[in-house]
Nanobody, 115 residues
Framework: QVQVVESGGGLVQPGGSLRLSCAGSGIINGLYTMGWFRQAPGTQRELVASITSGDSINYDDSVKGRFTISRDKGKSTVYLQMNTLKPEDTAVYYC?????????WGKGTLVTVSS
């Protein structure tokens, strides 16, 4: 069973920064993609950024130039550096790990951007 655990959320002022971490554990089957999604109240969960085993990276347009996704190779750990945060970035951020068998989700970490 694969487990995914996020950390690093919190309250930050507009223009500030936060770094989220996500650790995957268990038996991960073959190549896999890890990504960050977010869900604000009353909205659908949306992709923020993702990175494949081959280091192919994808960002949502709303975060390009402000957020950076990275990973520790061999550790199934992924990070999301979030800079120049805006109130509209407020959401629960979920980490996802998808291997050849299934898609696994963490429980989420809350990011609140407010003055």
């Amino acid at each position: 069973q694969v487990q995914v655990v996020e950390s690093g959320g919190g309250l930050v002022q507009p223009g500030g920064s936060l770094r989220l971490s996500c650790a995957g554990s268990g038996i991960i089957n073959g190549l896999y993609t890890m990504g960050w999604f977010r869900q604000a109240p009353g909205t659908q969960r949306e992709l923020v950024a993702s990175i494949t085993s081959g280091d192919s990276i994808n960002y949502d347009d709303s975060v390009k130039g402000r957020f950076t996704i990275s990973r520790d190779k061999g550790k199934s750990t992924v990070y999301l550096q979030m800079n120049t945060l805006k109130p509209e970035d407020t959401a629960v951020y979920y980490c996802n790990l998808e291997d050849s068998r299934a898609s696994y989700w963490g429980k989420g970490t809350l990011v609140t951007v407010s003055s």
